[in-house]
């Protein structure tokens, strides 16, 4: 079992900034990837940023190219989301997931490529 705990979140003004973390716990010497999911009211949840444990790779969703960074640190099992440029459409519920599968290299944009979640942290963009 995985365990991912998400902090950071918060109320931030449009065009300020936010650092999420995910600490993992638990089994997670098996862990291909790593990824950033939201969900806003009322639509569903969406693919933000991933990365990939061994290999640093990542891929971001179109509209937070440019404004959000994953990163990841090895030493403390934890995985990063720096937002930038935040606007009013950034407000969601963030959800880090764990794909603790066998090392691949690919970093998925789907749900069904992650098998653990956290319990997700709001992030709010006043405008």
């Known amino acids: 079992q995985v365990q991912l705990v998400e902090s950071g979140g918060g109320l931030v003004q449009a065009g300020g900034s936010l650092r999420l973390s995910c600490a993992a716990s638990?089994?997670?010497?098996?862990?291909?990837?790593m990824g950033w999911f939201r969900q806003a009211p009322g639509k569903e949840r969406e693919f933000v940023a991933a990365?990939?444990?061994?290999?640093?790779?990542?891929r971001y969703a179109d509209a937070v190219k440019g404004r959000f960074t994953i990163s990841g640190d090895n030493a403390k099992n934890t995985v990063y989301l720096q937002m930038n440029s935040l606007k009013f459409e950034d407000t969601a519920v963030y959800y880090c997931?764990?794909?603790?599968?066998?090392?691949?290299?690919?970093?998925?944009?789907?749900?069904?490529?992650?098998?653990?979640w956290g319990q997700g942290t709001q992030v709010t963009v006043s405008s």
């Open positions: 997931a764990a794909d603790a599968r066998i090392y691949s290299g690919y970093a998925s944009p789907l749900d069904n490529g992650y098998d653990y």
């Open positions: 990365i990939t444990w061994r290999s640093g790779n990542t």
């Open positions: 638990g089994r997670t010497f098996n862990r291909n990837a």
